[in-house]
């Protein structure tokens, strides 16, 4: 198994500028959550799904779109990018079990906004 | 509202010694699990020890474990024999039981461990 992808690993973006930054896992998960990552910082919740056709904001939300056709793949966009999205972005997900369902990670989306 | 405090920003520890890192945390919820991840310096979050709310002993998992002192609300990670491969930032993370709060985690603000041969 793959456990949970994420693609690109770095990209850099223009203010203004809009990308997806893909996710997906294997593990018929129903939870998928996007995190960012600021320097000297936890991470901290953007967006996330507890199933196909279901979404809701997290911490963060703002400046960020997300929606879930599949349980595999959860993209998140980025509408114009601006420098203060600059961070390190990560995709998790994990069974819907409560508070002991460990959350597995993707390696993560480095992304420079200039 | 949830909330984890790792007051040590940095910390070293001698190769081949144990090391405490600390966690606290706030919470209104009855049950709730408390995680640590170790993210080195390639970037990736690791899982490393979970403790339930409600679990009797501490959790351990090798030469981790988690001296959990609920009346405190600590959930400190001890890191036994440590290696160079332990350096690396540490997170505290804590997700709740009920719908409202168990979708997500709450992070602390890590704390970067170096092991010094």
């Known amino acids: 198994n793959a456990g949970v992808t994420q693609t690109p690993k770095f990209q850099v973006l223009k203010t203004g500028q809009s990308m997806t930054l893909q996710c997906a896992q294997d593990?018929?998960?129903?939870?998928m959550s996007w995190y960012r990552q600021d320097p000297g910082m936890g991470l901290r919740l953007i967006h996330y799904?507890?199933?196909?056709?279901?979404?809701d904001q997290g911490e963060v939300p703002n400046g960020y779109n997300v929606s879930r056709s599949t349980t595999e793949d959860f993209p998140l966009r980025l509408l114009s990018a601006a420098p203060s999205q600059t961070s390190v972005y990560f995709c998790?997900?994990?069974?819907?079990?409560?508070?002991?369902?460990?959350?597995?990670f993707g390696p993560g989306t480095r992304l420079t906004v200039l | 509202a949830q909330k984890i405090t790792q007051t040590q920003p940095g910390m070293f520890v001698q190769e081949k010694e144990a090391v405490t890192l600390d966690c606290t945390y706030d919470?209104?919820?009855?049950?709730?699990?408390l995680f640590w991840y170790k993210q080195p310096s390639s970037g990736e979050m690791i899982f490393l020890i979970y403790?339930?709310?409600?679990?009797?002993q501490n959790a351990t998992e090798g030469r981790y474990s988690l001296n959990f002192q609920k009346a405190r609300k600590s959930a400190n990670l001890v890191i036994s024999a440590s290696q160079l491969g332990d350096s690396a930032m540490y997170f505290c993370?804590?997700?709740?039981?009920?719908?409202?709060?168990?979708?997500?985690?709450?992070f602390g603000s890590g704390t970067r461990l170096l092991v010094r041969p």
């Open positions: 998790a997900s994990s069974y819907w079990g409560g508070a002991k369902s460990e959350q597995f």
């Open positions: 593990m018929n998960h129903e939870y």
């Open positions: 799904s507890v199933g196909a056709g279901i979404t």
């Open positions: 919470t209104s919820d009855p049950s709730y699990g």
């Open positions: 403790q339930g709310s409600y679990d009797q």
């Open positions: 993370a804590m997700r709740g039981q009920d719908m409202d709060s168990s979708y997500k985690l709450i």
